[in-house]
């Protein structure tokens, strides 16, 4: 159960980032329009690819040899570094959701839903690169629970800030709120960042 709670606490940090797919859904909820479609396709976008990158690494696991796995660790901490400075800078505060009034079809509903999330670098490296790596230490059931609770994480984010955005558009509009969310990230993040650099120490 700890490694569900790990798995949710996780994605939903990775989740949390600001970025167009979350602005997209965000857009949409405003506009309501199509929003389970758009909502439901991040979400199963999201459960694909998290299992995806958790068992490439599980079914690979034997290709890791120890310079690999320091390699592969290396560069998560260097991805996560990243990552964190990059809600530290200023510019990633300024949020600007700006909706117009124009609807469209729903096959441009979807179609649009798909681009915003699979032409989207980030996706990738946070399911693929980010949660498989993470995850490559575990077995099969840790895995498998850290799996789904990062799946639920993405499944809840999508939904809630899609169903409730036009409640809540001043709010979402609030830098401040925003600020606040980014530096709960980087909080938690920091926490992440000291765990893969023991993982890193631990095996010189």
Excluded: R
């Excluded at 798995?7 to 797919?21: E, H, K, N």
């Excluded at 998560?76 to 009034?101: A, D, G």
């Excluded at 179609?111 to 949660?131: A, E, I, Q």
């Excluded at 709960?184 to 120490?201: A, P």
């Amino acid at each position: 159960m700890s490694f569900l709670f790990l798995g949710f606490v996780t994605g939903l940090s990775l989740i949390l980032a600001i970025g167009p797919q979350n602005v997209f859904v965000i857009e949409q909820g405003l506009k309501k329009n199509f929003l389970f479609y758009v909502c439901f396709i991040c979400s199963i976008s999201d459960f694909l690819l998290i299992f995806l990158g958790i068992f490439i690494f599980y079914y690979y696991q034997d290709f890791f040899t120890l310079k690999i796995e320091i390699i592969l660790n290396f560069l998560l901490l260097i991805f996560l570094m990243y990552f964190i400075w990059s809600k530290i800078k200023k510019e990633i505060f300024k949020i600007n959701i700006i909706t117009n009034t124009k609807k469209y079809s729903l096959s441009n509903t979807i179609l649009k839903t798909l681009s915003f999330t699979f032409l989207n670098p980030h996706v990738y490296s946070d399911t693929l690169f980010f949660l498989g790596n993470f995850s490559k230490g575990f077995n099969l059931k840790e895995k498998l629970f850290f799996g789904l609770g990062a799946s639920l994480s993405s499944f809840l984010f999508f939904f809630i800030i899609g169903y409730l955005s036009k409640y809540m558009s001043n709010y979402l509009n609030n830098q401040k709120v925003w600020k606040f969310i980014n530096m709960t990230i980087v909080f938690i993040m920091s926490f992440l960042t000291l765990y893969v650099l023991m993982e890193l120490v631990n095996l010189f």
